[in-house]
């Protein structure tokens, strides 16, 4: 079974600060590592996804993240931070032979403030 | 081209009643996912289906059913409503059978039960 753990449930940040939105996850096998943002009253939107290869992984938006196999981490960072970036942001896993289900975090509500 | 669409946007029901919800993927998609996110929380999975066959499902009881249809099309049914069913279900398509199946969200459908 897997299993995401976002460590924090709501991070405000002035707006040009940088962030960091942490994400640890168990499990036993290979997996691919994502992050969604959901903006109010909306679906989900892929910033980035983590499948092989380079462990950071750079997405839209000016995001980026970097998985650490050995930590099992996957923290998302933005150097500078905008107000438009507010939103709530999800870890998620697919993968060890579920490779049709996505397991979330709980998510970590991004506020920027002027 | 157009996105997942999901199908009504809100709903108001009572306890007890029963309840269809829609989901249209991307074209050339085959296979769709539902998702149920309850307030402050992440996605949690629900069923895939491809090619109108169930390949997966997450820890639901069975008052939640679905089906998909020949145009892969899909409805999420849950009977016998509760108040905790109250929460925005999302649907997401993919394109692809093994590997890795990036999925696109739909907006959600918000269901509240009263």
């Known amino acids: 079974a897997q299993s995401v753990t976002q460590l924090d449930s709501q991070v405000p940040v002035f707006e040009e600060a940088p962030v960091e939105l942490r994400c640890n996850y168990s499990s036993s096998v290979s997996v691919y590592l994502f992050w969604y943002v959901q903006y109010p009253n909306q679906g989900l939107q892929l910033l980035l996804k983590y499948l092989s290869g380079s462990t950071l992984v750079k997405g839209i938006n000016g995001f980026e993240a970097e998985f650490n196999k050995s930590q099992t981490s996957f923290h998302l960072r933005k150097p500078s931070v905008h107000i438009s970036d507010t939103a709530e942001y999800f870890c998620?896993?697919?993968?060890?032979?579920?490779?049709?289900?996505?397991?979330f975090g709980k998510g970590t509500l991004l506020t920027v403030n002027p | 081209d157009a996105g997942v669409t999901q199908s009504p946007t809100h709903l108001i029901k009572t306890r007890g009643q029963h309840v269809t919800l829609r989901c249209s993927p991307i074209s050339g998609h085959k296979s769709v996912s539902w998702y149920q996110q309850v307030l402050g929380q992440g996605p949690q999975f629900i069923f895939q289906y491809y090619e109108k066959e169930e390949r997966g499902r997450g820890n639901f009881p069975d008052r939640f059913s679905a089906r998909q249809f020949p145009n892969y099309s899909s409805e999420l049914n849950v009977n016998a409503l509760l108040l905790g069913d109250s929460a925005l279900y999302l649907c997401?398509?993919?394109?692809?059978?093994?590997?890795?199946?990036?999925?696109?969200f739909g907006p959600g459908t918000r269901l509240t039960v009263l």
């Open positions: 997401a398509s993919s394109g692809r059978t093994s590997g890795y199946n990036e999925q696109f």
């Open positions: 998620a896993v697919e993968g060890g032979g579920s490779n049709y289900k996505l397991t």
